[in-house]
């Protein structure tokens, strides 16, 4: 298996069945958790020093971070329907979200430098969408936590990447602290599958190539980007859904495309 690639393991006491940490991963900002539950099951941490973004991949549940009640969040059964619900807690707090139906939680985070900002709900109409790219380099794209709004290092987006078409595609990275030209960005990809059974595509490679790995992702993997190009391709007949963490020394996101690929910006 590739050393990038983690698979999902069988569920803890938490329904956690995916942990990457920074020491796991071997770098500095980057975490992310994905827990399953069942309707009536409840999972909470401390955020410490680090800040959290928790998305309702699917499912919905009753939240409460800080000293907050935020009542019944999530609202979509699939991430191929419907836009995302997210909570947006601070460093040196805690959350607690006990599901209502069966729920597919991630939680990311990342560094808390400055802390102060108060826990809140990010509701699907609370965040811009957009349609990037044309012919079969489509994707749809949902901007749960971008540099616009507040936080103080997690960068956090989903995709919906339509059967046949190419995402984060012409290839591009960032992984130089080189700004205005480029940020040096951390980022872990959770893929879902439609219909689950289906397989995508990711390759991961610098321009020395003394990283230069191909995987075949499926349903509920995850992809480490510690530095590098990334693209994905999703198979006919299969779309594909990612859920994007990022997170480095500046939270900006400038990218740098691979000069080999940038000619079909221009054709």
Known sequence: MAKLLVKPSAPDRDGRVV???PESAGWTHVGFSLHRL??????????????????FVSGKG??????????????????FEGGPWSVYVPGDSHWQVTAETDVELAVCTAPSLKGGLPARVIPPDGISRETRGKGSNIRHVANILPETEPADSLLVVEVVTPSGNWSSYPPHRHDEDDLPRQSLL?????HRLNPPQGFALQRVYTDDRSLDE????EDGDVV????????????????????????????????????????????
């Open 19 to 21: 942990h990457v940490t």
């Open 38 to 55: 069942k309707a009536g099951e409840s999972v909470g941490a401390e955020t410490g020093g680090r800040e959290a973004c928790l998305v």
């Open 62 to 79: 009753r939240v409460g971070a800080g000293n907050s009640d935020f009542g019944t969040v999530g609202e979509r059964m699939s991430p």
């Open 186 to 190: 951390e980022e872990t990809y959770y």
């Open 214 to 217: 191909t995987m075949a992702v």
């Open 224 to 267: 480490l980007v510690p530095k590098g190009y990334h693209p994905c391709g999703a198979p006919h007949g299969y779309d594909l859904y990612y859920l994007n963490v990022m997170a480095g020394p500046k939270r900006v996101w400038k990218f740098h495309n691979d000069p080999a690929h940038e000619w079909m910006l221009k054709a």
